[in-house]
């Protein structure tokens, strides 16, 4: 059964910051990776999706990476804000699977 | 509106009841997908549409749990007597891109209660 561990499971860093979320998994078969935000009593919102073949992706001050050998992902959060605070999932998609397996998320939240 | 749409937003009901939740996938997706998210976990995966199909509910906890789609659109994802330990919030996402590069759209999700 695929694992996928998110640690740690909260984070508080003051505005300004750079940060770092951290995504484990246990099988190298991937299809590609997602992370996802998800604000209180919201639905998910993706923002970056990593192919099995590419090994980082950015977006604005996003920007996310994916080792298959190690079964890492990382999140990476530049000049963090206040609107940044929100629950991170990383979710990933097997080689021949169509759902996705999710970590328990980060919560992540920025102070003034 | 364009994003995936899902009602009611919140559900209470009684063990034992029977409950229908329902999607609205973005238009023009073909693939959608229940989830179930418990308090402080992650989504786990319910069961995965390709057009009208089922084409994998493996992730259906049990016979109580049932979805359907029958033209291909909106889905609604069926609970006969309903367990307290059914609570949670009900994820529902669309896809149209087939291949490494497809992403999943959430919608709000319905918040279930059982009491």
């Known amino acids: 059964k695929q694992e996928v561990t998110q640690i740690p499971a909260a984070l508080s860093v003051p505005e300004g910051e750079n940060l770092v979320l951290n995504c484990s998994f246990t099988?190298?078969?991937?299809?590609?990776l997602q992370w996802f935000r998800q604000d209180p009593g919201k639905g998910l919102t993706s923002l970056l999706l990593?192919?099995?073949?590419?090994r980082e992706q950015t977006s604005g001050r996003l920007n996310a990476s994916l080792d298959k050998s190690s079964g890492r992902s990382t999140l990476y959060i530049a000049a963090s804000q206040p609107g940044d605070s929100a629950t991170y999932l990383c979710a990933l998609r097997r080689t021949g699977a169509n759902n996705l397996f999710f970590g328990t998320g980060t919560r992540l939240t920025v102070i003034p | 509106g364009a994003g995936v749409s899902q009602t009611p937003s919140n559900k209470v009901t009684e063990k034992g009841k029977y409950v229908e939740l329902r999607c609205d996938p973005i238009?023009?997706?073909?693939?959608l997908y229940w989830y179930r998210q418990s308090l402080g976990q992650g989504p786990e995966f319910l069961i995965y549409?390709?057009?009208?199909?089922?084409?994998?509910d493996s992730g259906l906890p049990n016979d109580r749990f049932f979805a359907v789609r029958p033209e291909g659109s909106v889905s609604t994802l069926k609970i006969q007597r309903t367990e307290r330990g059914d609570s949670a919030v009900y994820l529902c996402?669309?896809?149209?891109?087939?291949?490494?590069?497809?992403?999943?759209?959430f919608g709000p999700g319905t918040r279930l209660l059982v009491l």
């Open positions: 990593i192919q099995s073949s590419q």
């Open positions: 996402a669309s896809s149209s891109m087939a291949g490494p590069a497809e992403t999943q759209y």
């Open positions: 099988d190298s078969a991937i299809y590609n």
């Open positions: 549409f390709q057009g009208t199909g089922a084409a994998d």
């Open positions: 238009s023009g997706h073909t693939a």
